[in-house]
């Protein structure tokens, strides 16, 4: 095993304990990583990911709402059981 190795297996042994301890020189742990990721990046490519992410979030509630709107149409043709979607009354002749 090299020196880098044996130094960060205690680390390593650390994630297990009750409580991990967050530091910048955690070299395992994936909040750590993250929180180092995102320390070291510019302002403007946060800004830019976060507006990425609001785009993200508003394409998927469109996405839901229409679903939902479709699954409602095919809702209410099953239990109505008509397949026009105009609304009016069909008459049948039984005669």
């Not at 095993?1 to 304990?17: G, H, I, V």
């Not at 946060?46 to 095919?74: C, D, K, Y």
């Given at each position: 095993?090299?020196?880098?190795?044996?130094?960060?297996?205690?680390?390593?042994?650390?994630?297990?304990?009750d409580r991990h301890e967050?530091?910048?020189?955690?070299?395992?742990?994936?909040?750590?990583?993250?929180?180092?990721?995102?320390?070291?990046?510019?302002?403007?490519?946060?800004?830019?990911?976060?507006?990425?992410?609001?785009?993200?979030?508003?394409?998927?509630?469109?996405?839901?709402?229409?679903?939902?709107?479709?699954?409602?149409?095919?809702?209410?043709?099953?239990?109505?059981?008509?397949?026009?979607?105009?609304?009016?009354?069909?008459?049948?002749?039984?005669?």
């Open positions: 095993m090299s020196s880098s190795e044996e130094a960060r297996a205690p680390r390593y042994s650390d994630l297990f304990a967050h530091t910048p020189d955690c070299a395992y742990c994936p909040i750590c990583a993250t929180i180092a990721v995102v320390r070291n990046t510019k302002p403007e490519v946060l800004e830019h990911l976060a507006t990425a992410a609001r785009e993200l979030i508003s394409a998927a509630a469109l996405l839901l709402e229409e679903a939902g709107e479709v699954i409602g149409n095919e809702t209410a043709k099953r239990t109505t059981g008509d397949d026009d979607d105009s609304g009016k009354v069909r008459r049948i002749d039984i005669s």
